[in-house]
């Protein structure tokens, strides 16, 4: 028989009995009689406590939350929220075409000028308001009549026109072409 | 504080359940004290000595204080 080709070893009773008693004792304190075991046991039921409030803590926060959201809607609101920033989009690009539109005009009529050259032109309006006119004819003397109200002041050139004789510019020619002409 | 941010909202949630947990651990403890401080009195009364009754007396006292103090500042 197979069992009787196995090895075996005779032992003494008491140390099986040792044996035996050993491992009763493992069994019933597994981590040792010693103080260190029972700490690390009272240890190990403080973190199970410990941990089965946290996850009871998030169970109820994660109901409570999935609540407000049902109540709330978040869907809706961001819809909303949506909605409102497509409105002041569209209102800002209605402002800056508004503000467009009123710029346009005053380039139109005003030349650019830059700071240095507006404020030249100011002072020489000035001092063209404030100098006392010369006799329109020498020959005249001191007779000097104000015709200031009645004559008015030559055409002044735009500026930026003056070196430029007017028609000075070519016409463009415009070339017939065909029906089927080639562009 | 509803959404900001939905993690940022469920831990909002967790601390607020948390905190109320705490709270219930702490009037449970101070029932506990109280419901001490009453036996002693009664000990008292009955004119039963007991070793060292002032200093218990006492150190359920200062115990109360505490989780007074611990509620203010949850």
Redesign the interface.
Known sequence: MAVDDDEYELLPRQEIENLKRDLERLKKHPLGDMKEGETILEAINNLNANIR?LID??T???A??VK?YEE?N?AE?LKVVKEQNEQLAQGLVAVADMIKDIQTPKNLSMPQRSPVEQMNFDVAMQQSQMQPRQPAYPGMGGYNPDFSDQIPPPPQPFPGLESRQPYEAPMPEKKHKGLFGKR | MMLSNPVADFFAKAVVHAKQNRMSEFNQLEAELIMLGEQILALKNHRVYVDKLVRYENQINEMKMIIRNKKKEL
């Open positions: 409030k803590i998030f109820r926060a994660e409570d939350l407000d709330n978040p609101t």
